[in-house]
């Protein structure tokens, strides 16, 4: 299996742009999560959907934060408009079942200028 | 709520030796799960093992393997003969059982001395 694949690895854009992150679950996997981490903060789950449905997203920071699942093998989380604070790693995970192993992909490293 | 604690930030070890990095946590439930993930340079996140509270026996795989003291709430990972590419972050998560939530400890950073 591929594992969990995110694009873009790098995105630098300036403050104030739209950004959109994307992410593809491993085949088979009901759950998907967004999580950011940061130096101060450390990894924050942002969002998680079961079976394309979101579930939770309190930990969703403003309005400018908002995440997509049209299909099982697709997600978005998108950032409109974009801050220098929300410059951070923000990786995708997901795991098969509830309380299973979450696998993450490489993270999507975001500089908002 | 549940709770993460890594108590050391930082360590360093010599190539070859063994090293133990602490984890406790906080929970009233009796079921759960527990993991450590190591995070290099490179940013990915990988599992390095995973253990269920339900099990006494301790997960190992290969040169990893971790001490579980469930009364102590305590969930310690062992790295023995220690290779350079172990330099890493090391996260310590743990997940309640039925629940999808995977809380974090704060991250030790290890790192391996030729």
């Known amino acids: 299996d591929a594992g969990v694949i995110q694009s873009p690895r790098h995105e630098v854009t300036e403050m104030g742009q739209e950004v959109t992150l994307r992410c593809k679950p491993i085949?088979?996997?009901?759950?998907l999560f967004w999580y950011r981490q940061t130096m101060m903060r450390g990894l924050e789950l942002l969002i998680y959907f079961n079976n394309n449905v979101p579930i939770d997203d309190s930990g969703m920071p403003e309005d400018r934060f908002s995440a997509k699942m049209p299909n099982a093998s697709f997600s978005t989380l998108k950032i409109q408009p974009s801050e220098p604070r929300d410059s951070a790693v923000y990786f995708c995970?997901?795991?098969?079942?509830?309380?299973?192993?979450?696998?993450f992909g490489p993270g999507t490293r975001l500089l908002v200028l | 709520a549940q709770t993460v604690t890594q108590s050391q930030p930082e360590m360093s070890v010599q190539e070859a030796e063994t090293v133990t990095l602490s984890c406790t946590y906080d929970t009233s439930e009796s079921n759960y799960y527990l993991f450590w993930y190591k995070q290099p340079p490179s940013r990915q996140m990988i599992l390095v093992i995973r253990?269920?509270?339900?099990?006494?026996q301790n997960a190992t795989e290969n040169r990893f393997s971790v001490n579980f003291q469930k009364a102590a709430k305590s969930f310690s990972l062992k790295i023995s003969d220690s290779q350079l590419g172990d330099t890493a972050m090391y996260f310590c998560a743990f997940i309640q059982g039925g629940s999808e939530k995977l809380v974090f400890g704060k991250g030790m950073k290890l790192t391996v001395n030729p």
């Open positions: 253990q269920e509270a339900y099990k006494q």
């Open positions: 995970a997901s795991s098969k079942q509830k309380a299973e192993t979450q696998y």
């Open positions: 085949s088979g996997h009901d759950y």
